[in-house]
């Protein structure tokens, strides 16, 4: 699949959960109920969440695990 560059903007949004949550470097969420975040806060559809899941992890910020999304430090600079 390509990345779009609104790839990176829904990845920025997707961040702001972390933040708003004060995730620490190294802490994680449930994916699920990031997803459920992602779509209640209108950040977008569920294709633009799996997408920024994907720009995500491409860029070293976040780090799927076992149904959890870890927040890296590079994850936690870039909020």
Do not use: C
């Not at 990845?11 to 994916?31: E, N, W, Y």
């Not at 070293?60 to 909020?79: A, H, V």
């Amino acid at each position: 699949m390509a990345i779009l560059p609104a790839d990176e903007d829904y990845a920025r949004g997707l961040l702001t959960i972390f933040s708003a949550m004060h995730v620490r470097p190294g802490q994680s969420l449930k994916a699920s109920e990031v997803n459920v975040e992602f779509l209640r806060r209108n950040l977008g559809r569920p294709a633009d969440y799996q997408a920024a899941l994907g720009f995500s992890v491409s860029q070293g910020w976040l780090k799927l695990e076992l149904g959890m999304i870890r927040l890296t430090t590079d994850g936690f600079g870039e909020t």
